[in-house]
DNA sequence: ACCTGAACACCGTTCAAGT
DNA sequence: ACCTGAACACCGTTCAAGT
């Protein structure tokens, strides 16, 4: 019996099948429920095989966290190609990113859970250069955004900030509202916060502070974007409307 | 042998030895690394009482949570009673938050580790209910500040926010940037990020959005900032010298 | 060369026995 | 009434044995 010298194709086809037998089970279990049993059993391979593809749990969660960013990528680049101002993009763009939050929660927990500190000191080099490699496409459609502002005179940047620093600010306010918001009971106080209307306040506060023309004030962002994500998201609009959500930005 | 019966004070203190026993074994192992075994051992009790006072490991963990914010709510207090004006304080504020993160990268990290799901609902409602407590605080002293802003005619809340969306929304940004540049790399693309400045310049986007007086042009907020931090805070600011940090916002 | 799953070490939690 | 720590169930990882 000469054994068979596996292939490099079917290898990662085996990969990947183990990382979407894992999805699944996070969908049906939640994340905290995980455990290398269990996704052992969901799959048809044996332990030795799932510990030859991944060193450790954690290497594991990583790369589902890395699935998780090419959802996004796609995203991003859908709507940093709209026909509309800068502006519209970017917003388009961020609010996106809640559609993946909201679309994908159980990648998106594995994500929020894969931030836990010493994960990355677990996770194959392999894996953490993929997810490098991934960030760095995601920045390049905020760049681009950005400087398309630029050169059509809607936007310069404040004195001791460059793009990089602009780019990242905007990430970050777009990252805590939707951090904060997501999981918790969505309610503040008295006022019951609603995420996408957030994120839409938070947006124009921080163009509005930049001086990004149009400013909120002269264009109908709410309307111009619920048009727009008609356009660029359908598929995914229709998929909101199935969980029973639908964006108003006021 | 008449057995005693504890009294609520005594009972109070062991329980905060054992929650700072495990702050310094957190700070010596990392969060990652602590075990029940490991607590208990740290402490002159054993393992049945140490499960007397929390109902699990998860529960021990937000009780070191609410232990950050009252050292949190500490910080926020004392900026929001410097003499200047609500848009400086509110700024302070905000900084002080990144001072707790550097000052104490233990509760941090640990903070952030209850944040992944399923801790609250692992954890005793007495424990949670005091976490809403100590999140109202923290709120107030927000509310404070925007509340005297609007007294001074400094800020008017933009048209559909009222004011606890704009405190949520400046919460956010804040968290966002301490969040994602806290534990990374500190580089984003080729440009070092440097949190402090990133802090500062996000805020200063978002008030100028919200058109808070005096804006960030009429007012040299860096040099102002630099004195009230020496004035309010100049035990961590020399701590923070200790670390080997300085704070500079440009 | 590749796969398997029993075995191991470790960890969170419980509870019968003790004072 | 209160405390103790042995015992249990479970989980991540390894590796000797098999094909």
Redesign the pocket.
């Known amino acids: 019996?000469t054994?068979?010298?596996?292939d490099e194709h079917s290898?990662k086809a085996?990969e990947q099948d183990i990382i979407d037998s894992t999805i699944a089970l996070i969908e049906k279990l939640g994340v905290e429920?995980?455990?290398?049993?269990?996704?052992?059993a969901a799959v048809?391979?044996?332990?030795?095989?799932?510990?030859?593809h991944?060193?450790?749990?954690?290497?594991?969660f990583l790369a589902i966290g890395n699935q998780a960013m090419t959802i996004m990528i796609d995203l991003f680049t859908r709507a940093a190609q709209y026909q509309g101002c800068a502006r519209e993009r970017m917003m388009l763009k961020n609010i996106s990113y809640l559609i993946y939050a909201i679309l994908h929660p159980s990648l998106f927990k594995t994500v929020q859970c894969s931030k836990s500190p010493n994960v990355y000191g677990?996770s194959s080099e392999k894996r953490v250069q993929e997810q490098g490699l991934l960030e760095g496409k995601l920045l390049g459609t905020i760049f681009g955004i950005i400087e398309d502002a630029q050169d059509k005179q809607q936007l310069t940047l404040p004195k001791h900030m460059d793009i990089m620093q602009v780019s990242f600010n905007i990430w970050a306010a777009n990252y805590g509202i939707i951090e904060l918001l997501y999981s918790e009971d969505n309610v503040c106080g008295n006022t019951p916060m609603v995420v996408e209307r957030e994120l839409f306040n938070q947006n124009n506060l921080i163009f509005d502070g930049l001086k990004w023309q149009p400013l909120a004030d002269e264009k109908n962002y709410q309307q111009v974007l619920e048009s727009a994500l008609k356009e660029v998201f359908p598929g995914e609009l229709a998929l909101l409307k199935a969980k029973g959500r639908e964006f108003k930005f006021s």
């Open positions: 019996m054994p068979r010298i596996l290898l085996r429920n995980i455990t290398m049993d269990k996704v052992v048809p391979y044996s332990k030795g095989t799932v510990y030859k991944f060193i450790g749990k954690e290497d594991l677990k």
